[in-house]
């Protein structure tokens, strides 16, 4: 049997126990220990050193070896080895041993990866252009990127750079990693970007296969040394410093809309001045003045009433069960404003939204280049000091204001209202004396613009010092006020005051000034402004007018318009013969000329009609679109006559003279 089996070995090259059991049909036990006893001298063969059950040649094992050789030694690239075996027919547990001796021994060139069925073979030769073209590539960029080493065959990117580049310094991003020469690049930009106060954007010279977020992390890495370093828009390095000098452009801005919007909408930064470190504007009104104080000890003792009879004339105390009862309700919706107010002024009381800052910074000649993320996170990055400034100024101006409102503060505005009031009112006393002069019809014009113009300049003064004094918001300033606008502030006027001022703005719409002189009396009154309207004495009326005459001359000697000379000079006229001021709109203008004739010679009229007749027609031409250039040359030379003749003719004319 083992003569046989020696025999069937050397034919085959390895036999198993299992296929000898089956053959001589014995017992496993009796075949295996009767045949390895003979191995070795009648059987010619080896027992596997890892598997006992199994018989080789030393033949089979040496023409395997020269099989894995020349099947190994062809691959180029990195091959699966259970591919191999299975190609060639090798004995699967032989084939692993040998393989593993083989590529240890140094026969076979290359290296394995992994285990049994999934192992690889992967040649030096692979491995050796892999290395080359990686350091070629890294040498040459600075950089490797993951998936084109994945791509090469490499699955682990990180750990084989790690191998391959012990000494290099460099540092790992989400899709690359970067070496010392780009590192050394990034460091150098962002230091130039601190010494000048600019800003750095490392996009240009990195790599375009580096995303934001690999340039964001490589900033990080770079600013480490940089202490003042802030990254915007995960490509740009700049500093602290560049960020706030943008706040400089926005100064006069927020001063403005702090002043604009204190003044306007104050309720909006109550609250904040009560938390501030001052004084609020309640407290500084009760420290500041003792007139107030009086006023309110006058006022807790007009909550107490005198009765007679059966209490015998002792004070009695009326106490208002109507607030007792109220109370919850009116608690309750007094905290619902507060709250609505609280949660909407964070949205109110912001300096600009980001957005518009964005275009005011857009206008600055050093930021037209830059990119507009950059623009936008410089933008986002002022936002809330910008904010937080005007919030503070806005405070500063209501506290301010709350002085001006208490002791000498508010006696110097309530004089400087005093002066403003009594001046424009002087002015419409003095211009009526002058409308009544001229005939009724031309008297009306007269008075209806002089309520259109002066007195609703008076009425624009009063409605916007009641609206301060309430603590009302107002959108614009008194010189800008519209009718529209003006009556939409009267309609947030207390009840008590909101009436006369209403009968004050409808009588601007009258023909007779006698009503708008009786409201106003009424506003000025100590109920309301506590202002004391004087009519002025003779030598301050002499002094007005005199005054009035220099700054119509002023204004002559200035103008070059024919239309407005002529203006001034009629109007300046009739000052100077009838010693009276009057206020004219445009179209009355031929009606003063024709006033002025009974003091005019006959040529110096003819002059002034002419140079009407002049003025008229060139209107005409200019709505007609027509040459117009030899009316201009007329008026041209007549334009200096008019203005000798207003200016150096006297009261005496031949018709006085006569009179006297």
Same mark, same amino acid.
């Given at each position: ?97 040998i393989l593993e001796e083989m590529v240890h021994t140094g026969q076979l060139k290359g290296s394995l990866v992994g285990r049994q069925e999934k192992m690889m073979y992967i040649p030096d030769i692979y491995t050796r252009a892999q290395n080359e073209w990686v350091d070629s590539f890294y040498r040459q960029n600075g950089y ?214 964005? =275009? *005011?910074?857009?206008?600055? @000649? /050093?930021? $037209? ?7 936008? !996170?410089?933008?986002? +990055? &002022? ?93 614009? =300033? *008194?010189?800008?006020?519209? @009718? /529209?606008? $003006? ?7 207390? !009840?008590?005051?909101? +009436? &006369? ?99 005019? @010679? ?14 008229? +027609? ?27 003749m207003a200016t150096k003719t006297k009261k005496t004319s031949p018709k006085q003279e006569e009179e006297k």
């Amino acid at each position: 049997m083992a003569e046989e089996v020696n025999d069937k070995l050397q034919d085959k090259g390895y036999l198993t126990m299992v296929d000898i059991t089956k053959q001589y049909d014995l017992p496993a036990d009796f075949v295996s220990s009767h045949i390895r006893e003979r191995i070795g001298k009648i059987i010619k063969g080896k027992l596997d050193s890892q598997d006992r059950d199994v018989i080789y040649t030393a033949a089979f094992v040496t023409r395997m070896k020269c099989q894995i050789r020349g099947a190994l030694s062809a691959v180029t690239r990195p091959t699966t080895v259970a591919v191999v075996m299975q190609r060639y027919g090798f004995q699967e547990r032989l084939f692993f041993s040998i393989l593993e001796e083989m590529v240890h021994t140094g026969q076979l060139k290359g290296s394995l990866v992994g285990r049994q069925e999934k192992m690889m073979y992967i040649p030096d030769i692979y491995t050796r252009a892999q290395n080359e073209w990686v350091d070629s590539f890294y040498r040459q960029n600075g950089y490797l990127e993951y998936d084109t080493l994945i791509r090469l065959g490499i699955s682990d990117p990180k750990t084989f750079i790690k191998k391959h580049f012990k000494s290099e310094p460099i540092v790992y991003l989400k899709r690359v990693c970067v070496g010392s020469g780009l590192i050394d690049q990034t460091e150098a930009s962002i230091e130039e970007a601190m010494s000048t106060d600019g800003y750095a954007d490392v996009t240009p010279f990195l790599p375009s296969i580096f995303s934001e977020e690999d340039c964001h992390l490589l900033l990080q890495e770079c600013v480490k040394k940089q202490t003042d370093a802030i990254i915007c828009c995960d490509t740009i390095v700049t500093s602290q410093k560049y960020i706030s000098k943008w706040k400089q452009p926005f100064a006069s801005l927020v001063q403005k809309k702090a002043e604009k919007d204190a003044r306007s909408n104050p309720q909006l930064f109550l609250g904040m001045e009560k938390k501030g470190g001052g004084a609020s504007k309640s407290s500084m009104l009760d420290d500041g003045s003792k007139e107030d104080r009086r006023d309110q000890r006058k006022k807790k003792q007009a909550g107490s009433t005198k009765s007679g009879g059966g209490t015998q004339g002792r004070e009695v105390k009326m106490k208002s069960t109507k607030k007792k009862y109220m109370k919850g309700k009116g608690d309750q919706g007094g905290d619902s404003d507060e709250e609505e107010v609280s949660k909407s002024r964070g949205a109110e009381i912001q300096f600009m939204s980001v957005e518009e800052m964005v =275009e *005011e910074l857009k206008q600055q @000649p /050093e930021l $037209r280049d830059c990119p507009e993320d950059f623009i936008t !996170e410089i933008a986002t +990055q &002022i936002h809330r000091p910008l904010s937080r400034e005007y919030q503070e100024k806005a405070v500063e101006v209501l506290r301010s204001t709350a002085v001006q409102g208490s002791g000498s503060g508010k006696r110097k505005t309530h004089s400087d209202l005093q002066e403003r009031l009594s001046g424009l009112w002087t002015n419409v006393l003095l211009f009526e004396k002058g409308a009544k002069l001229f005939p009724e019809e031309t008297e009306a014009i007269l008075t209806k613009h002089l309520l259109k113009t002066v007195c609703s300049d008076i009425t624009n003064i009063v409605v916007n010092v009641l609206g301060h004094e309430h603590m009302l918001s107002n959108s614009e =300033e *008194e010189e800008n006020f519209t @009718p /529209e606008s $003006r009556l939409k502030m009267i309609g947030k006027l207390p !009840e008590s005051v909101q +009436q &006369i001022v209403a009968k004050l703005n409808i009588s601007l719409n009258g023909k007779s000034l006698e009503d708008f002189y009786k409201q106003l009396e009424a506003l000025c009154g100590p109920q309301h402004l506590g202002i004391l309207l004087r009519k002025p004495d003779k030598r301050k009326e002499r002094q007005l007018i005199f005054n009035h005459r220099q700054a119509l001359l002023e204004q002559l000697s200035q103008e070059t318009d024919a239309a407005m000379l002529l203006h001034l000079s009629v109007v300046v006229l009739f000052q100077t013969f009838t010693s009276n001021i009057v206020h004219a709109p445009g179209k009355c203008v031929p009606q003063i000329i024709t006033f002025l004739k009974q003091y005019l @010679p006959p040529e110096q009229h003819d002059l002034l009609t002419r140079m009407q007749d002049l003025v008229i +027609q060139q209107m005409k031409l200019q709505s007609e679109d027509k040459d117009g250039s030899e009316v201009m040359a007329e008026m041209d030379k007549l334009k200096p006559q008019v203005v000798d003749m207003a200016t150096k003719t006297k009261k005496t004319s031949p018709k006085q003279e006569e009179e006297k």
